[in-house]
């Protein structure tokens, strides 16, 4: 299976204490802060005007949260994706990200009691083409990790860290999808 070509925006939460930190959060519900609260006003006011027409988030809190102060903006609701939720980092969370995350994404190493990436990047498939079937344009808010696994679905270098709050339309092509970054 792959992703269904069909373009959509997407939207990494707000910043976090833990993010702040280099921490790995997971599936721990950490809440954006107050830098967080302010990038997802930001993002909002960017993605004005662009036709969105559907907003699908993660459950955890800082997803969440993002999603709906964009959809405050927009007069969208926010429609919530189960499978959209951060990666579980097992024994990791809470940790820093150095000296283990590389190996994880290329798919050397798993944290004890966590995802593989592998396993992300399927789950990750699955959650972004149930919410294209959403009417279009889709906004999906999610998180770095979930993105990561999604670059790797699009051909794209899978290991770059994706920016706290910044909209990035994706739009399929050949031989891989193309990313704009909006900032």
Not at 13 to 30: C, F, P, Y
Not at 111 to 132: G, I, K, T
Not at 147 to 167: C, I, K, S, Y
Request: glycine share 8%.
């Amino acid at each position: 299976m792959s992703l269904n070509p069909i373009p959509f925006w997407f939207l990494r939460h707000g910043e976090t204490d833990w993010n702040a930190q280099n921490l790995s959060q997971g599936n721990v519900d950490i809440p954006l802060n107050a830098r967080g609260i302010e990038q997802a006003h930001a993002a909002a006011e960017q993605l004005k005007g662009r036709g969105i027409v559907s907003i699908i988030a993660s459950p955890l809190s800082r997803a969440a949260d993002t999603a709906r102060i964009v959809g405050a903006a927009l007069g969208l609701d926010v429609a919530f994706e189960e499978e959209l939720r951060e990666v579980s980092f097992g024994v990791q969370e809470g940790k820093p990200m150095a000296g283990w995350f590389d190996g994880w994404v290329a798919g050397d190493f798993t944290p004890e009691q966590a995802e593989s990436f592998p396993v992300l990047r399927a789950r990750a498939q699955r959650a972004v083409n149930r919410a294209l079937l959403a009417p279009a344009p889709v906004l999906i808010v999610a998180h770095g990790a979930l993105f990561r696994a999604l670059r790797a679905e699009m051909g794209l270098e899978p290991n770059v860290r994706t920016r706290n709050a910044v909209p990035i339309l994706c739009r399929p092509a050949t031989p891989h999808w193309d990313l704009l970054e909006i900032a």
